[in-house]
């Protein structure tokens, strides 16, 4: 005889597991407990639909791309309380996703993440799915360098885009460098990727590379306290920038000429901290990237724009 479930509170309603059945009852009812409770979306998702979908079927131990005809399938009393307890986290703590299923994605390659480190969201993916063309020569391009690599996910992207580069991934953080360790033994790249604890470049010496990338911290403080709960489950060290979010940048502009090759490219994501960037170097001729699928404030440097590279 299977054990009664328990109610599930959430806001002012109480719902009764036994009203809820198939697939397709709980993902309506997580969209209305997303709605009702304004959870911000923004770390794999952006909307409530897509979420719940990705919430449940990961539950279920179900593909993503499953038949549409498997959402009327009657659930298990264990579903179904995974399912609701799963909702409940999503919208009591305001945990993102990405952390409750220990998975996210980027550049179409699946990565484990924990509150250890940012979940992988930069639109950047695009730009090493196309091997960073036309800026560079991917034949020509033998060392890279990732810096704040967090999960790894920017580095080992890189792996899959430049079999015969090798790869340098720093971060201050052990606690990151330990799940990045964790995905480079997932994706079979230990001996590709090398995982430095470095402030920057300060464990580098005078190694050069033909690409430099970066998603570092980039938020002001007082953007910091404007950001969306969600964030607050994500490493401070990985957002705050000091007090206009451009603290991490500037190192890395006025380091990045002596680590570049002679072809070299440097390109960093800097989120709202564009406009303090433009301001204090307005005698470097940025290039803003495009992409795509989603927005961000990237730009791009050759070597040769750099005075006296």
């Known amino acids: 005889m299977q054990r009664k479930l328990r109610k599930l509170k959430t806001g002012a309603n109480v719902i009764e597991a036994k009203q809820l059945n198939t697939i397709r009852d709980f993902i309506r009812f997580a969209v209305s407990q997303f709605g009702q409770a304004q959870i911000y979306f923004g770390h794999g998702t952006d909307n409530a639909w897509d979420e719940a979908v990705y919430l449940i079927l990961h539950t279920l131990h179900l593909p993503q791309n499953i038949d549409a005809s498997v959402l009327d399938a009657v659930l298990m009393t264990s579903e179904k309380q995974a399912i609701l307890k799963i909702i409940n986290r999503r919208v009591k703590e305001r945990i993102p996703a990405a952390y409750l299923t220990q998975e996210a994605w980027f550049a179409g390659l699946s990565f484990y993440v924990d509150e250890r480190v940012l979940i992988p969201r930069s639109p950047m993916a695009e730009l090493i799915q196309k091997r960073f063309t036309p800026w560079v020569d991917p034949k020509k391009v033998k060392r890279i360098l990732d810096i704040g690599t967090g999960s790894g996910c920017i580095a080992i992207s890189c792996a899959y885009a430049f079999p015969n580069a090798t790869i340098?991934?720093?971060?201050i953080s052990p606690r990151a460098l330990k799940v990045a360790a964790i995905n480079c033994a997932k994706h079979?790249?230990?001996?590709?990727?090398?995982?430095?604890?470095s402030d920057l470049f300060s464990a580098l010496k005078n190694a050069t590379y033909d690409i430099i990338i970066s998603n570092p911290p980039y938020v002001g403080k007082a953007e910091m306290q404007l950001l969306p709960k969600e964030y607050r489950h994500e490493p401070s060290g990985a957002l705050l920038a000091g007090k206009n979010g451009d603290e991490v940048i500037e190192v890395i502009l006025k380091a990045a000429p002596k680590h570049l090759s002679s072809a070299g490219i440097?390109?960093?994501?800097?989120?709202?901290?564009?406009?303090?960037v433009l301001q204090k170097y307005s005698h470097l001729p940025f290039t803003w990237l495009e992409f795509e699928e989603g927005e961000a404030e990237v730009f791009l440097l050759t070597a040769d724009q750099f005075p006296g590279h």
């Open 266 to 276: 440097l390109v960093v994501e800097v989120g709202n901290s564009e406009t303090v």
């Open 168 to 171: 340098d991934a720093v971060d």
């Open 188 to 197: 079979n790249c230990t001996k590709q990727v090398r995982l430095l604890q």
